[in-house]
């Protein structure tokens, strides 16, 4: 960035001043360059919003499908920990993960080991759909 950049003047409420001060002290950047990292982040994260998407639908299909076929779906358990572990990992992500309590990839992690739990107990096939019985007069 250069002086010759375009400039504008805004109007923030002070707590909020004094949150991007603080977190330009804790990065050692200036006022400017903090506003200017975190609104380049955001619109960043706008952009990766679908892909995180898509991967957080292939997740969840996954975990529908390990759930009604388990025998079928548990070849992939490995690489859909490591895609929820990758998730984590990412660092514009981080801090989300950190503030939730269980994160999404220990949230999947313990949705797939509570299923290997019931399918060691009650055998594979426990969660296939059973054909409702009618009851002849």
Known sequence: MSRDDPQ????LPEALKTQIEESAA???RSLN?????????SYQADDSFPEST???R???????????HPEVMA???????????SIRRTPEDEKLFDATAPSIAEY???????VDRVTAL???GWAKKKEPTTKSS
């Open 54 to 56: 898509a991967i957080l």
């Open 58 to 68: 292939t997740m969840a299909t996954y975990l529908a499908m390990r759930h009604d």
């Open 75 to 85: 070849p992939m358990e490995t690489s859909m920990l490591e895609l929820a572990r």
């Open 108 to 114: 999947v992690g313990h949705l797939v080991a509570a």
């Open 33 to 41: 360059a903090e506003i200017v990292e975190r609104l380049t982040r």
């Open 122 to 124: 009650l055998g594979p």
């Open 8 to 11: 504008m003047k805004i109007r």
């Open 26 to 28: 804790e990065a050692g």
